[in-house]
DNA sequence: AATTAGATTAAAACAATTCTAAACTGTTGA
DNA sequence: TCAACAGTTTAGAATTGTTTTAATCTAATT
């Protein structure tokens, strides 16, 4: 297989071991074409489900604090009781429906560049991050 | 007392009755001059250190909750374990010291306004929020 | 003052995440 | 190749923020 050589790379970059349960992960963060966003636990569905390799919560949650701290996913922050992520690393802004709890890339074509005029003392911009929430017209909007 | 009107107003007006801890959280929240952020833990102590009132937390929890579904608090969305609630409901955007966990005000006027080019089919624009991460220069970024 | 609808509370329940400790496995070096 | 070690996996326990519950209390209404 070819993949598993940049698997085992991204694993050791992040340094982590190359295991069955870790290979795992990388072929469903990193083997579709598209990028994607996910939680832990569709993460960790669908590698019991679909690949069908038993994986506990705690391996799904170290493997992605890795690539999190090594940049191979990010997190997104929304208001929300779970964490989501994003294999899709480049800089970009989300929409966040809120009627069916799921992201969508927003492009970074499809929204005005952002320049902030102000600089914290003694600070650096680490980033800048935009959520546009969206939810259908006719919605209750408590 | 002239700002009880006030309270009682902004409690009835949330579907809630003017109880002595939910005036408390009033007079927290709303007689300030400056607008600030808190969590529900801060709010807590403040009532129970500063204004010697006993609350416990459901209470807390239930008022900020009709508070901010009536509009009169903001929840500012970060990644955090906890919530972060902002007495200033006016459109602004945030910067967030990592260092501090400590949310900054920035003014409309710190940041050219935000123009989205794209829409949902169906769905209407909630909230734009803009979340700008800052921490010290030199600090490990892990 | 009595009634009632809503509020308060401590404690229990809950859900996401983190931690733990024991069993297991990849890696290294003899 | 194999022993030994360091890192990994796991189930389950612990933790933390938040929500729910059910009993007691209180504000509003009569």
Known sequence: MINLNIYTKKLRESGLR??????KICEVLFSPEKTFHFTVNDLKKIIEE????KISLAT??????AFKKKGYLKEISINSDKSYFDTNTT???HFFDEDKSE???CGDDEIDSINIKRNITGKKIKSIEVLIRVASDNQNQN
């Open 18 to 23: 190359p295991t069955r349960q870790r290979l």
């Open 50 to 53: 679909k690949l069908s390799e």
């Open 60 to 65: 799904v949650y170290n493997t992605i604090h």
């Open 91 to 93: 800089d970009h802004q």
């Open 103 to 105: 992201l969508i890339d």
